[in-house]
């Protein structure tokens, strides 16, 4: 509610708001995030929009059934899934304050990130060994952006982790830190479910096509 007081100096009233609360530290922080996520999630819509025009147009070139190992994906797969949980883990250990823990779980998903990585990479390096470059048809080219661009966010996730690591590493799990691990947590698990509609729409519908 707003006021008008007097001001013995001016003539004009001075307005202010006299219910006035205290904010929750970080809640900034934290609404800023969903925003981002939210940006995030229009990005990966228009990919996936586009995917879903152009992933059929293979221009005489090699189709989903040709190129993807559903197997080699499935492990893929179950490498992120893997990491969202061990970094469930270390949120749990976090609340415990308990920094050694949370150090080893933050560090097994990492190494689980890394592994979804380097075999997402061997898919890309295979397909390209193959003549599957993103020039070859417009399906290559809407594959490699989606996927590429998911694979840029798990790369940068890593780093994010590696960072806030030696963070907590340098000041233990103050405030701030335990934020931006809230805050990556979140970020991870977004991944998480974007890589599921990944594997569904982009893998296991373009095999049974």
């Known amino acids: 509610m707003s006021v008008a007081v007097a001001n013995p100096k001016d003539a004009d009233p001075i307005f202010y708001v006299v219910d006035e609360h205290a904010h929750p530290e970080g809640s900034s922080t934290l609404l800023g995030f969903w925003l981002y996520l939210m940006s995030d999630c229009l ?74 990585l380097s075999i997402e990479l061997y898919e890309f390096h295979h397909m390209i060994h193959e003549g599957a470059t993103p020039q070859r048809s417009a399906f290559l080219s809407s594959f490699f952006t989606l996927v590429g661009t998911h694979g840029l966010h798990v790369t940068f996730g890593i780093i994010w982790l590696v960072t806030l690591m030696t963070q907590v590493a340098r000041k233990g799990l103050i405030e701030a830190n335990r934020r931006r691990l809230m805050c990556l947590s979140m970020f991870w698990h977004f991944l998480d479910v974007v890589w599921i509609g990944v594997f569904t729409f982009v893998y296991l519908l373009g095999v049974l096509r």
């Open 43 to 116: 990005i990966f819509a228009i990919l996936f929009a586009t995917y879903g025009v152009l992933g059929t147009n293979y221009a005489a070139g090699p189709a989903p059934k040709d190129l993807f190992d559903l197997k080699l994906v499935a492990v893929n797969t179950a490498m992120l899934l893997l990491s969202s949980i061990t970094y469930g883990f270390a949120m749990l250990t976090m609340e415990k304050r308990q920094v050694g823990a949370t150090q080893m779980w933050l560090a097994i998903t990492g190494l689980f990130g890394l592994a979804f």
